[in-house]
């Protein structure tokens, strides 16, 4: 099976990794955080929520997006979680 490398200290969403037809997973899409500072792989792609679960046995942080949820919000939480600090959005003063 195919696998992601999340480097040390990064966020990313999964939002393309999911396989919505076979996967019927209850959250749109999930927000993965490395907190280490080594990289990690995962398998890819995510066909159900036992590939979520086996992503946060590895200790990665997982944060599910709603919905109803700001994707950007999620992506902030997790970097915070992480201790990534946060930049100042362009265009946003």
Known sequence: MPKIAIRGKHVITLGGWVVEHRANLPYRDYVVGNPFDEPVKIEA????????????????????????????????????????????????R
């Open 45 to 92: 792609p995510i066909y159900s929520i036992e590939g979520i679960r086996a992503i946060e046995s590895l200790g990665l942080i997982v944060e599910p997006v709603s919905k109803h949820d700001r994707l950007i919000d999620k992506l902030n939480k997790v970097k915070a979680l992480i201790g990534i600090s946060q930049k100042s959005e362009p265009g946003i």
